[in-house]
């Protein structure tokens, strides 16, 4: 087994619905090499809330709004394109 850390993550994505079949993208964070939001900040021409940009390329979700008992998914990318899908059921409140 290799080890990583979240250095490796080029993306994750989570799916707060996640069906057991079907992940459909609810969040994103592209951590990506150097700034992976460079360009957009550069089309978009506006100013920019440094503190929410951090968020989205972070190791930590914005809140989840998904019911306890129901499944989130969560898929990373790594920068050599391996994907690892976990599947984690919410507890109770």
């Known amino acids: 087994m290799r080890e990583s850390s979240t250095a490796d993550i080029a993306c994750w994505f989570l799916d707060t619905e996640y069906d057991g079949q ?12 150097g700034d992976p939001y460079e360009k957009l900040r550069r089309a978009l021409r506006a100013e920019i809330d440094e503190a929410e940009w951090a968020k ?6 914005q809140p989840l709004a998904a019911p306890a008992g129901k499944l989130v998914a969560v898929k990373t990318v790594s920068h050599s394109g391996d994907e690892i899908l976990k599947v984690l059921t919410l507890p109770a409140a």
């Open 22 to 33: 079907s992940f459909f993208v609810r969040q994103a964070y592209f951590r990506g090499a």
């Open 56 to 61: 989205l390329t972070g190791t930590a979700s």
